[in-house]
């Protein structure tokens, strides 16, 4: 009997799936196929990470935690937090343990808004923001940003698209696809507009360890943005843990009570056995981040060289592991551009429209991975710009 897809609700069926999937399916059965497309650190978690999680298992810790995470490592993520981004949070009522950043961005959009509600959502951005405010019953309310002024929003930017109806400011910085950061400067311009207009800023940190030339600021630890700031980050990128599903949120504790209620029903609490892992992360992992930072730093700088060379203009990001060059010297849209490499040179970029329509005549390239891939990903995408 065929399945109804009128058993889905109308909001779900009209959601669009992600533009980054649809690549990674259209390499199924190809061989030899270099991607730049994915959005995870190449290296394997550190083995002491590794090591405490199988530890952890050998000592029976097999049961759930606290809804909110381990004490312990809620305590290890704040002191963290404070270390590095002179934010102080109460473990006990301002930090929850997530599934991956992921879910704490589902969380804060579902905390925050009644139907109807807008967030304001920077493009081009990692493709979760505005599926999530929408199934929040929120209306992503799209800021585009551009290449003139690098990718970054503007103050002015934020308040034109502001309603009455604006609760929220959804930011990544470094961001996703783009690779460029706001200074603290232009951070403190955001941040007025969201004390001027009672908005909340939904934060997403997840790349702060990955700054390659500035020091970096989080906007919890501007001057009245710590009440009204839900911050996010996690261990997927730079502890290399993807796989092992683990975040946290740091917010005021009215805040984070009501995302508490949320996560407590959804979800109970994150893995156990990667809470264990994550806490050794924190408290012996700084050498792996540094090292791996250091690998990302010479990859960006290769990379950014040869795209130039290739004639695909490509500014140097701040952080993250994305280069966001530009296509439109090819004459082609992203789209085309991206299919057809995949098709003549088996190299996976992804299409600057899969984070929001501003991304159009853009490209997708992730330096997560190998000096020798790179190389070779270089080398072949000079031969197909070449054939064009
Ligand atoms: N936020 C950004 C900006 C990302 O790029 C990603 C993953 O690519 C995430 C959040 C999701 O991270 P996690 O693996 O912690 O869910």
């Given at each position: 009997m065929a399945v109804k897809t009128?058993?889905?609700?109308k909001h779900v069926r009209a959601l669009k799936p992600s533009g980054i999937r649809k690549f990674f399916d259209a390499t199924a059965g190809m061989t030899g196929v270099i991607s730049l497309g994915v959005g995870e650190p190449d290296f394997v978690t550190p083995w002491n990470v590794r090591e405490a999680a199988i530890l952890s298992l050998e000592n029976g810790h097999t049961s759930y935690t606290a809804n909110a995470g381990l004490p312990v490592l809620r305590e290890e993520i704040a002191a963290y937090i404070e270390n590095y981004f002179c934010v102080a949070y109460h473990p006990e009522s301002e930090v929850i343990v997530t599934v991956g950043a992921s879910e704490a961005i589902d969380l804060a959009m579902r905390a925050i808004l009644d139907p109807g509600d807008e967030v304001l959502v920077v493009e081009?951005?990692?493709?979760?923001y505005a599926p999530l405010v929408t199934l929040a019953g929120g209306k992503p309310v799209i800021v585009q940003t551009s290449r003139e002024n690098q990718f970054k929003v503007t103050a002015e930017e934020l308040e034109a698209a502001i309603t009455d109806r604006t609760r929220a400011i959804m930011i990544c910085?470094?961001?996703?696809?783009?690779?460029s950061m706001l200074s603290k400067e232009e951070m403190e311009r955001v941040a007025s507009v969201a004390i001027k207009h009672d908005l909340v800023v939904i934060s997403?940190?997840?790349?702060?360890?990955?700054?390659?030339?500035e020091l970096y600021t989080s906007f919890a630890a501007l001057e009245g943005m710590r009440e009204r700031t839900i911050l996010i980050s996690g261990f997927s990128k730079d502890l290399a843990m993807t796989g092992w599903r683990l975040g946290f949120v740091c917010a005021p504790k009215e805040i984070i009570s009501g995302m508490l209620k949320i996560h407590q029903y959804a979800i109970m609490c994150a893995s156990t056995m990667a809470q264990y892992a994550a806490l050794e992360g924190l408290k012996t992992g700084r050498k792996d981040v540094n090292e791996m930072r250091r690998s990302y730093r010479e990859r960006r700088n290769f990379i950014v060289r040869s795209l130039n060379e290739i004639g695909l203009t490509c500014p140097k990001p701040e952080g993250a592991f994305y280069t966001f060059p530009c296509i439109e010297s090819t004459g082609m849209s992203s789209e085309e551009f991206a299919t057809g490499l995949l098709q003549a040179e088996k190299v996976v970029v992804v299409p600057g429209t899969a984070f929001g329509e501003g991304g159009e005549g853009f490209v997708r390239c992730s330096y997560a991975t190998s000096m020798a891939q790179l190389q070779e990903a270089m080398n072949r995408m000079k031969h197909y710009v070449a054939t064009l």
């Open positions: 009128n058993y889905l609700a081009p951005c990692f493709v979760s910085s470094p961001n996703n696809p783009t690779g997403d940190e997840i790349y702060a360890e990955l700054v390659y030339d």
